[in-house]
T-cell receptor, first 117, second 116 residues
Framework: DTGVSQNPRHKITKRGQNVTFRCDPISEHNRLYWYRQTLGQGPEFLTY????????KSRLLSDRFSAERPKGSFSTLEIQRTEQGDSAMYLC???????????????FGPGTRLLVL | AQTVTQSQPEMSVQEAETVTLSCTYD???????LFWYKQPPSRQMILVIRQEAYKQQNATENRFSVNFQKAAKSFSLKISDSQLGDAAMYFCAYRETQGGSEKLVFGKGTKLTVNP
């Protein structure tokens, strides 16, 4: 098990373009989370999935943002019509919710750093 | 809404010495989880230690221990015998128990420098 992976690691785009990020969770993890981290701040929650169902979305997730997890495995986060304010590190985390939910821990990927010019 | 406050933007410690990082939080819940995560420069965030609010005993993981004061809503991290590899951003985080919001709420972080 190689942990949570994210691709690409870096993305530079021009304002107004669409971008898509991918997250591959730890295998058999049924929960997947997206966070955004700007410089000098802690990560902020965007959304999370349990299997393929998107169970919670933050108000930070404007209608330009969409996330999917079609088969309950990998997830994609798409940002349409990017703005300079979207520049940030986008972090993915996964966890396993089963019996003994108190053991749930979120494991983070390396992140995708987005720069919107 | 729950909030997490880390009042020390930066801290420094001499190698082999002990340092304590502060964290306070605000919640109306009686049961929840608290975490400390470490984020080394340009590397991914890893879990250092976790505490379940209903447990009285402070969590310990090798050189890392916490001082959990539930009434004061305080959750500090003590690093003993500091090593150069401990240098990183440290984030305190809060999460509700199952049935509530599953998100982690993070503080702004404390940058720890370890001096040789």
């Amino acid at each position: 098990d190689t942990g949570v992976s994210q691709n690409p690691r870096h993305k530079i785009t021009k304002r107004g373009q669409n971008v898509t990020f991918r997250c591959d969770p730890i295998s058999e993890h049924n929960r997947l989370y997206w966070y955004r981290q700007t410089l000098g701040q802690g990560p902020e929650f965007l959304t999370y999935f349990q299997n393929e169902a998107q169970l919670e979305k933050s108000r930070l997730l404007s209608d330009r943002f969409s996330a999917e997890r079609p088969k309950g495995s990998f997830s994609t986060l798409e940002i349409q019509r990017t703005e300079q304010g979207d520049s940030a590190m986008y972090l993915c985390a996964s966890s396993f919710l089963g019996q003994g939910a108190s053991q749930e821990t979120q494991y983070f990927g390396p992140g995708t750093r987005l720069l919107v010019l | 809404a729950q909030t997490v406050t880390q009042s020390q933007p930066e801290m420094s410690v001499q190698e082999a010495e002990t340092v304590t990082l502060s964290c306070t939080y605000d919640t109306s819940e009686s049961d929840y989880y608290l975490f400390w995560y470490k984020q080394p420069p340009s590397r991914q965030m890893i879990l250092v230690i976790r505490q379940e609010a209903y447990k009285q005993q402070n969590a310990t993981e090798n050189r890392f221990s916490v001082n959990f004061q539930k009434a004061a809503k305080s959750f500090s991290l003590k690093i003993s015998d500091s090593q150069l590899g401990d240098a990183a951003m440290y984030f305190c985080a809060y999460r509700e128990t199952q049935g509530g919001s599953e998100k982690l709420v993070f503080g702004k972080g404390t940058k720890l420098t370890v001096n040789p």
